[in-house]
Each structure stands twice: as C-alpha cells, then as structure tokens.
C-alpha cells in the first residue's frame, strides 16, 4: 500500500463515491497499476467519468498522471541526474496520458450511437461538416473524406459561418449536420448548432465528455476524453481522441455494411438451395 499525501482540503472535497474509490485504491494499489481507466471503473461499479473526476480533484490532469503518481510512490529512488528523471516522468505521463484518452473515449461510445448515426449514412440526405478553421477544420476535412472513402455522397463543407446560417434556414429535405468541437461552448459552433435545432436539422457532435452546449443540441452525440491545455496562451489540446472517435464511426460503419451483405448473401444461398 502506498501512501498518498492529501491534505484535509483535498480529503473534505472528495464525496462519499470518491472516498471509496480512494479506499480502493489503498487496498488495491498494485492491481491499479496495471488496470485501464475502463478496468477501474468495472472493479469499483463507477463510471469511468467518475473515476476522472476523483484523479482531478487528487491534483492529476486524468488517470495516466494518477497512476504514475501511484508508481512512483511505490518505487525507490533510482539512480540518473534530476533532469533526466524529470524528462523521464514527463514523457511517460504524456504518453500514458494520450493512451488513458483513448481508452476512456472507447468507453463512451456505443453501439446504439453507432446505429443512430448509420441511419443517416445510409440514406441520401445531404451531410453538412462544419469547418471553422484551425484544427478543427483538419478534423473534418479527415471526416469528409473517410466518408467520401466508403461511398457516401453529398457531402459538403462549410467554412464559412453566413454561409451556414443561409444553408441551414433554407434546408427542405432531410440533411445531417456534422459539428466537432474540443470545448463544447466555441461561439461559431454553438450558433450553427441552435440555428440547425430551430429548422429541425439533425446534428450529428462530437464533443468533450463534460457536459456542454454543443452536446446538449446534437440528435447523436459523441463524447471524448481530452485533457484541455495551453501553450504560451495558445489553445494546445491533443485531437487524438477526435481522430479515434471518427475511425470508430468509419470502421464500425464499414463493418454494419459487410455485415449486411453476408446476411443477403447467406439468405439468396439459402434459397437457391431450396
């Protein structure tokens, strides 16, 4: 068992669900080690959100840091300079930390999301992926053309905010609006989103797994788990999970189509049996 260094502030703030994680935790510290935030989560009977939280109000940025923090204490000092140690620790929180994302982000999506979103592949309503510039723009370029990719046709970008506005006020059939956003509350994003619900166009997001504005207008919502940060002021979030949540929806998309097909398949052999 390792000992954690929490003060009565940190220990006043956890609630009683987080308290019995930290109970946990204690007890089990050498199977945590080795556990996915997904693991932890089924052990414990709490969500994998949960269990972030619980790393957050610790003082980690999520569970990667926290089992690392975990590691350490539990280890002797080794030998090797400061900054060595220092680069070393740094550089595996960054990279358990992009795994955990992952991991957690796989865990929010399900299969009734995926059915949901097939729906709309599968017919030939316009699908509308809003590109505000930035990064963001990368990620549904990416979208765009893995959907181009298995076939589907009628898909377009929109770069330009009025542009947007006019399209989604004087939409007649059904369409589909694609909108991504790392925070859930840009402004752009937020407005195409409310102006879409207003003339009943579904919104297909993907968004953070807090709960935010963007995720609360869309008809099919995709969360992930990201780490938000900074650099010298400039926004400098990993997109890595974006990227995996949208591979999941092409690849699974992919897998519904053959899947279909086998059956068909199966079921003509079937009757020219008989």
């Known amino acids: 068992m390792v000992t954690l260094h929490l003060d009565d502030t ?18 089990h510290t050498e199977e945590i080690l080795d556990m996915s935030i997904q693991s932890l989560a089924s052990q414990t009977a709490y969500s994998s959100a949960t269990i972030l939280r619980f790393c957050k109000k610790l003082g980690y940025s999520g569970f990667a840091e926290f089992k690392y923090a975990l590691r350490a204490e539990g280890r002797k000092e080794g030998t ?10 740094t550089t595996r929180i960054l990279i358990d930390s992009l795994c955990s994302n992952v991991e957690g982000t796989s865990s929010l999506i399900s299969e009734d999301q995926l059915s949901s979103a097939f729906r709309y592949f599968d017919s030939d309503c316009p699908v509308y992926l809003w590109a505000p510039g930035g990064i963001t723009s990368i990620l549904s370029d990416y979208f765009e053309k893995l959907l181009f ?116 398949e199966q079921g003509e052999n079937h009757d020219s049996i008989i």
């Open 10 to 27: 940190v220990i006043k703030s956890l609630s009683s669900n987080e308290l019995n994680i930290l109970k946990f935790v204690y007890e």
């Open 80 to 89: 090797g300079s400061a900054a060595s140690k220092t680069q070393a620790f």
């Open 149 to 264: 990719s298995i076939g589907r046709q009628n898909v377009y970008k929109i770069e330009s905010g009025k542009m947007g506005e006019h399209i989604l006020r004087n939409i007649h059939t059904e369409s589909l609006l694609i909108l991504i956003s790392t925070t859930g509350d840009f402004g752009p994003t937020l407005r195409l989103g409310k102006i879409a619900r207003m003339n009943n166009v579904p919104i297909l997001s993907i968004t953070p797994y807090t709960n935010n504005a963007v995720a609360s207008l869309a008809t099919v919502n995709f969360r992930f788990f990201t780490d938000q940060r900074e650099n010298s002021g400039a926004e400098f979030t990993s997109r890595l999970p974006v990227f995996y949540v949208i591979d999941v929806i092409i690849r699974s998309y992919l897998h519904y189509k053959q899947s279909g097909r086998d059956q068909t």
